[in-house]
Structures are given as structure tokens and as C-alpha cells.
């Protein structure tokens, strides 16, 4: 076979280029530090290098919330931490402002300490984060999350308003995780009389029954400030005289046992106002059942303020027979009924007798002619209910932090789960992609040599022809 001086050059002239390709492909990759230079290189090699970096730029993006998250809530922290000292210094005040022995002078220096030290947890309450973001507002973090209202009543103790709204935001932590980065200011310092901003502002209720730490300050000065002539003992109600009229041809409830929130186990009820030793009022309700033999039955429920739980109030918890005669005037009982005693949140216990002397039973709609009760409401100011406010505003307080000092634990669990895990992905990384230099330095030294034998055996090919020597 011949071989033409043409075609020999070619041949040459290729493997010398196949070899410069490869050298310069391996002077790129140490270059780029990659051995995966394009798709082409390794497919599912630039596949899993795109899905790894997108986990780790994920990855970043939670450590970043992470980060925001835990400033926010470190701030919230620190600010429900001083108004928890707040609320303790208020009920160190509230136990010497009870004294009965305080002069008015000395109630004044109480009230004007507490004043000072409400609008300090009132500014607490609308503080503003590092982003100029109202801490406790929302959704509406623009907008300062309380406000003081106007009273309805001239002299009477103004309400407050909550500006924001109950939303907390979620922030992304993990792939499966989320994590609120606030409160809204309700949970941590209780829901104002004035409710939302618009609504019209009531007057503060009584003491023992607000649910705003701003309002139970605010009542508890008022009280201290009133004039001397409030000051006094309530008296409890002891006995209530209750005239009903009740329809003869009422149809007796199928129910058997009285339900004071199911009217079809009754046919009809009446509420007075009844009050405790600490002239709290409360409600006190009859329920009244037609039995099968035409008598009634009655039932007494006594429903607290605050917390509307019904505390049943019968003596063996059987009800007393109420029997008429064929006019439809009362026959029995004929002497006030002795109701078991019942002990109110807070206060001494309170002995009942009702009387039903001039109840009737008629053909006529059910009405109520008569309600009386022989207490009366002149607590002494202030009254000690407004320890349980304190004491409830105080439990708000401190259960929104104890809750902020759970989510800050989860950050630090994350983020040290996230730290892991990112680790873990750039390992995975560098396998795929990095380049092994001392494999790489030793093919490029190889490489190169393989080129200059080439070369030099080609120039030396490039001699073989007799026309040199003619």
C-alpha cells in the first residue's frame, strides 16, 4: 500500500489537534476549577449541579428569614420582659392602693405613679421594629396598635381601641417549616371596650370584668382619685322577691333535666341583677318548668362577671315545686326558700332566700310583674377586682412571651438543621463538580508531552523525502 506525502501530512496534522483539543479542555478545567464545563460534558452530572445549587440558594433564602425572624422576635421579647415589670410594679402599687388607711394624698401619689407607668406600656405596646413597622398591629403595621377613645359618659373612664387587626405573618424557615414573626397586640395586652378603630368607644366596664391591661390601669386611678364620699362596703344581696305570671295552658317541655341554654327544656325564665360582698353584680336567672300535674318547677342559675359560667344554685339541685290553686294564686312555697349559698371568684359567699309570695298562674302570656333584690353596689373604691384584671393582664403577657421564647428555640433549632444540611448539599456539590487537581495536573503534564512527541515525530516524518538529499 502506498502512502501519499499528502495524506500523511493529514494524518499527522489531526492527531497533533486531537491531542492540543485535550490539553487545552484540561488547561480550561483548571482554569475553571470545574471538571463539568457544559451538558454536554456529563448530562445527568449538570442536572444534579442545577438542582443542588437552587437547594442551596434556597437554603440561604430560610437562614435569611431566619435571621429577620429572630430580630423581630428578640425585639418582642425584650419588650413584653419590661412590660411584665411593669404589670409587677402596678400590682405592688394596687395592693398599697387598697389600704382603707391611705390618706387622699397618698391615693394621688399611687395613681399618678400608675398613670406614668401605663403610658410606658402603652408606648411598649406600639413600638416600632428596625423597619419602622408597628410591633403589635398585624397586618396594619403602619398604624400604631393602640389608641386611647373617648368616653361616652362626661367624667367617666374612656376606652381604648385596637388599631390593628389578628393576623400574624407567616415567614418560610425550612421546606416544610413556618414560623410567625409576631403578635398581634390584643393577644399580649387584651381586648380594649373600644374594640376596632371606628367603632364607637364604650365606657370601661366594672372592675373584674376588663380585658385590657390599658383600661384596668386606667380604672384602677380612677378609683383611687374618687372622692371620699364613694368610700363604703357593698352590701351582697341576701334575699330576692320575684312576682312572676305563669300561663296555665303552657304545654309541659318533653326534657326531663333543665338546660339553661336549651329553652326546650324550659317554658320560660326571668333575670334580676343580684350583688356579692364586693359590690360585683351578677346575674341571677329563673327557669321555669310546667310538670305534668299543672305545678312548676323552679330552677336557679346564677351567671358570673366575668367568665358567664352558670353555677347552679338549688338546694339538693332538685328545683323547687311551685303549686296553685284553682284561681291560679300561689299555694307553695309560702315562705322564702333557702337556695344553697354560693362563693363568687374572688369574694365571701352569699346566702339566698327567694320569695314567691305573689306569684300567679293565669291564662295569659308569660310576663314578669315584679323583680327586686335587697343588695346594693357601693364597693369600696378600688375595688379588689381589679387585682384579678392585673392578674389576668399579667398572664396575657407573660404567655405571649413564653410563646415568642418557644418560636425563638425553633429558629435555633432550624438554623442549625439549615447550616447542616446546606453542608451537606455543597459536599454533594463539590463531588459532582469540583475538579481533582492532582488527577488534572497529572493528565495536563501527560498531555503535554504526548503533544511535543507529535510534533517533534511529525517534524521528523516531515524529513523522510529524497528530494532532500538530490
Known amino acids: 500500500m502506498r ?3 499528502s495524506w500523511s501530512n493529514q494524518i499527522e496534522l489531526s492527531a497533533m489537534q486531537t491531542k492540543q483539543a485535550s490539553l487545552t479542555r484540561t488547561q480550561i478545567e483548571l482554569t475553571a476549577q470545574k471538571k463539568i464545563l457544559t451538558g454536554a460534558d456529563n448530562p445527568t452530572g449538570a442536572a444534579q449541579i442545577v438542582d443542588l445549587n437552587q437547594n442551596i440558594s434556597q437554603t440561604k433564602q430560610f437562614q435569611s428569614n431566619i435571621s429577620t425572624a429572630q430580630q423581630r422576635l428578640e425585639l418582642e421579647d ?7 415589670d411593669i404589670m409587677y410594679r402596678i400590682k405592688e402599687l394596687a395592693v398599697q392602693g387598697l389600704n382603707a388607711t391611705l390618706s387622699p394624698n397618698d391615693r394621688n401619689t399611687i395613681a399618678q405613679e400608675m398613670e406614668g407607668l401605663n403610658k410606658d406600656l402603652l408606648g411598649l405596646a406600639n413600638t416600632k421594629n428596625a423597619n419602622g413597622e408597628y410591633l403589635f398591629s398585624g397586618y396594619k403595621s403602619s398604624t400604631p396598635a393602640f389608641s386611647k377613645a373617648q368616653s361616652s359618659t362626661p367624667g367617666a373612664t374612656g376606652a381604648y381601641v385596637y388599631n390593628g387587626d389578628s393576623h400574624s405573618r407567616l415567614i418560610q424557615i425550612g421546606l416544610d417549616r413556618h414560623v410567625t414573626d409576631g403578635d398581634p397586640g390584643i393577644n399580649a395586652f387584651g381586648v380594649p371596650s ?5 367603632t364607637q368607644s364604650p365606657d370601661v366596664p366594672a372592675a373584674g370584668s376588663i380585658n385590657n391591661v390599658f383600661e384596668a390601669i386606667d380604672k384602677f386611678v380612677a378609683d383611687l382619685r374618687a372622692p371620699d364620699s364613694t368610700q363604703g362596703s357593698a352590701v351582697a344581696t341576701s334575699a330576692v322577691n320575684l312576682t312572676v305570671n305563669l300561663s296555665a ?9 333543665i338546660d339553661p341554654t336549651n329553652p326546650e327544656s324550659y317554658n320560660h325564665a326571668s333575670t334580676t341583677k343580684i350583688y356579692d360582698a364586693n359590690g360585683k353584680q351578677h346575674d341571677l336567672t329563673s327557669y321555669f318548668r310546667k310538670e305534668s300535674t299543672g305545678d312548676w318547677t323552679a330552677f336557679h342559675f346564677i351567671t358570673e362577671t366575668p367568665g358567664s359560667k352558670s353555677i347552679p344554685i338549688d ?13 291560679g294564686k300561689i299555694t307553695s312555697p309560702s315562705e322564702p326558700v333557702q337556695l344553697d349559698s354560693w362563693s363568687p371568684t374572688g369574694g365571701t359567699a352569699v346566702s339566698l332566700k327567694m ?11 308569660f310576663a314578669v310583674n315584679n323583680q327586686t333584690q335587697n343588695g346594693s353596689a357601693n364597693p369600696q373604691k378600688p375595688s379588689t377586682y381589679s387585682l384579678d384584671d392585673f392578674d389576668r393582664s399579667l398572664e396575657n403577657i407573660i404567655t405571649t412571651q413564653s410563646s415568642v421564647g418557644v418560636r425563638l428555640k425553633v429558629l435555633d433549632s432550624q438554623k442549625n ?4 444540611y446546606n453542608l451537606n448539599m455543597k459536599s454533594v ?14 493528565r495536563f503534564n501527560l498531555e503535554n508531552v504526548s503533544l511535543q512527541a507529535a510534533q517533534q515525530a511529525y517534524a521528523q516524518v516531515k524529513k523522510l523525502s529524497l528530494f532532500d538529499y538530490i
Do not use: H, K, R
Not at 295552658?249 to 333535666?257: D, F, H, I, R, V
Not at 320569695?355 to 302570656?365: C, F, G, H, L
Open 3 to 5: 502512502i501519499s506525502t
Open 78 to 84: 425584650s419588650v413584653l420582659s419590661n412590660s411584665a
Open 194 to 198: 373600644g374594640g376596632n378603630s371606628g
Open 249 to 257: 295552658n303552657t304545654t309541659p317541655p318533653s326534657s326531663a333535666t
Open 315 to 327: 338546694i339538693g339541685g332538685i328545683g323547687t315545686p311551685l303549686s296553685f290553686d284553682a284561681d
Open 355 to 365: 320569695n314567691y309570695a305573689n306569684s300567679t298562674q293565669q291564662d295569659s302570656a
Open 417 to 420: 438543621m439549615n447550616d447542616d
Open 429 to 442: 456539590l463539590s463531588n459532582v463538580q469540583d475538579l481533582d487537581y492532582a488527577e488534572a495536573i497529572s
